[in-house]
């Protein structure tokens, strides 16, 4: 018997915003790898009701098209029917492999951790989105086996231009995302400050009350395909929350377990990355080389300035590298293949 790898498409509501556009890559990545789409095919729509009726004739065909042996790929948070699909593939004799993209009982707070475990519970194998986020999950009482993926994979059909030679007299940084009071109130402190890099900003402003700062200059929102050909900057930085010291609050304390797409999107645009030291990526950043660890926006200044044009180009170089791995979706590649090898099973996995 063959096993097949399978998934089912989603409507997505909107195809720009960042969890839209990691999952509907990786169902790109899933097709590349032969996987079997057993609902719809993809799409767009921004009309709740279309979509959730799209998506509901996407399970009942799933529930006609499941075999016996399969390999079922999830992503989630799946807004409805998790539980019901991890059960009816075991009810099935087929197997779940869930990619975990965010936990509810973080950020939004939306679910008690004993609950989002219980529920998780229901997946034969989860993919944590990083080290940190698979320590946790053991930790609070998931039993079953857990991978890692790492940087999120990021499709896009463009390339990054050459990136702009060091000048100690000229550093620029580029931030990047919905700017808002509720993630990135750390900005309008910044912009009280004194620093000689230069900050700029891709994003429609919705509530940050930003002082005049000649060094901080504001883009419009730019699609990530422009993005990566034309930014002009020397560093990504990721950071969120209200407080330079750290990144606080909800979205700044959550660093510590998330993979944030935007890692991936500076990657793709050739960026080496400025993060903060306790988030989870930043052991991952050190070891591929690819940016620079930070306790507190504060020191940034100094650290900018001692860069050398030698360790600048080394950590182009290695961007460079990595930029290869997600632009063609190995992250996924990787983990789902170890998942399905920790499954030990006889039978041959088409994929």
Same mark, same amino acid.
């Given at each position: 018997m063959q096993r097949r790898l399978c998934y089912i498409s989603r409507c997505y509501r909107n195809a720009e915003s960042a969890g839209s556009k990691a999952k509907s890559d990786y169902e790109t990545v899933l097709r590349s790898m032969g996987a079997v789409n057993l609902g719809l095919p993809i799409s767009f $729509?921004?009309?709740?009701?279309?979509?959730?009726?799209?998506?509901?004739?996407?399970?009942?065909?799933?529930?006609?098209? *499941? %075999?016996?042996?399969?390999?079922?790929?999830?992503?989630?948070?799946?807004?409805?029917?998790?539980?019901?699909?991890?059960?009816? !593939?075991?009810?099935?004799?087929? +197997?779940?492999?869930?990619?975990? $993209?965010?936990?509810? &009982?973080? %950020?939004?707070?939306?679910?008690?951790?004993?609950?989002?475990?219980?529920? *998780?519970?229901?997946?034969?194998y989860l993919?944590?989105?990083? =080290? !940190?986020?698979? +320590?946790? *999950?053991?930790?609070?009482?998931? +039993? $079953?086996?857990?991978?890692?993926?790492?940087? $999120?994979?990021y499709l896009a059909d &463009? &390339?990054?231009?050459? &990136?702009? +030679? *060091?000048?100690? =007299?000229?550093? =620029?940084? !580029?931030y990047a995302g919905g700017l808002a009071k509720r993630k990135n109130s750390f900005l309008e402190q910044l912009s009280h400050q004194s620093f000689s890099y230069k900050l700029l900003l891709y994003g429609n402003n919705k509530d940050l009350e930003l002082c005049d700062n000649k060094n901080i200059i504001r883009h419009p929102f730019m699609k990530d395909t422009d993005f990566i050909e034309k930014v002009q900057a020397n560093f990504g930085l990721i950071w969120d929350g209200d407080s330079l010291d750290e990144c606080s609050g909800p979205w700044g304390e959550y660093l510590k377990y998330n993979s944030p797409h935007k890692a991936s999107f500076y990657i793709r645009a050739g960026l080496p990355l400025i993060i903060w030291r306790c988030a989870a990526l930043a052991p991952l950043v050190e070891e591929e080389g690819i940016g620079i660890l930070i306790d507190s926006l504060q020191e940034l200044d100094h650290i900018l300035k001692d860069m050398t044009s030698e360790r600048y180009e080394k950590m182009i170089e290695n961007i460079s590298r990595v930029n290869a791995q997600i632009s063609n979706g190995q992250c996924l590649k990787n983990a789902l293949l170890k998942a399905m090898e920790s499954f030990n099973q006889p039978e041959k996995t088409v994929y």
């Amino acid at each position: 018997m063959q096993r097949r790898l399978c998934y089912i498409s989603r409507c997505y509501r909107n195809a720009e915003s960042a969890g839209s556009k990691a999952k509907s890559d990786y169902e790109t990545v899933l097709r590349s790898m032969g996987a079997v789409n057993l609902g719809l095919p993809i799409s767009f $729509h921004n009309n709740k009701v279309v979509a959730f009726l799209l998506n509901l004739i996407g399970i009942g065909l799933l529930v006609l098209r *499941l %075999r016996k042996g399969d390999i079922l790929f999830l992503q989630y948070p799946v807004k409805k029917y998790f539980v019901f699909l991890c059960r009816f !593939a075991r009810f099935r004799k087929a +197997s779940s492999i869930v990619f975990i $993209h965010d936990l509810g &009982s973080f %950020r939004r707070g939306k679910v008690k951790v004993p609950k989002e475990i219980k529920k *998780l519970m229901n997946a034969d194998y989860l993919i944590a989105a990083n =080290t !940190a986020m698979r +320590s946790w *999950l053991l930790d609070h009482g998931y +039993s $079953h086996p857990v991978g890692v993926m790492g940087f $999120h994979d990021y499709l896009a059909d &463009s &390339s990054p231009k050459d &990136s702009p +030679s *060091l000048e100690p =007299t000229n550093i =620029t940084v !580029a931030y990047a995302g919905g700017l808002a009071k509720r993630k990135n109130s750390f900005l309008e402190q910044l912009s009280h400050q004194s620093f000689s890099y230069k900050l700029l900003l891709y994003g429609n402003n919705k509530d940050l009350e930003l002082c005049d700062n000649k060094n901080i200059i504001r883009h419009p929102f730019m699609k990530d395909t422009d993005f990566i050909e034309k930014v002009q900057a020397n560093f990504g930085l990721i950071w969120d929350g209200d407080s330079l010291d750290e990144c606080s609050g909800p979205w700044g304390e959550y660093l510590k377990y998330n993979s944030p797409h935007k890692a991936s999107f500076y990657i793709r645009a050739g960026l080496p990355l400025i993060i903060w030291r306790c988030a989870a990526l930043a052991p991952l950043v050190e070891e591929e080389g690819i940016g620079i660890l930070i306790d507190s926006l504060q020191e940034l200044d100094h650290i900018l300035k001692d860069m050398t044009s030698e360790r600048y180009e080394k950590m182009i170089e290695n961007i460079s590298r990595v930029n290869a791995q997600i632009s063609n979706g190995q992250c996924l590649k990787n983990a789902l293949l170890k998942a399905m090898e920790s499954f030990n099973q006889p039978e041959k996995t088409v994929y």
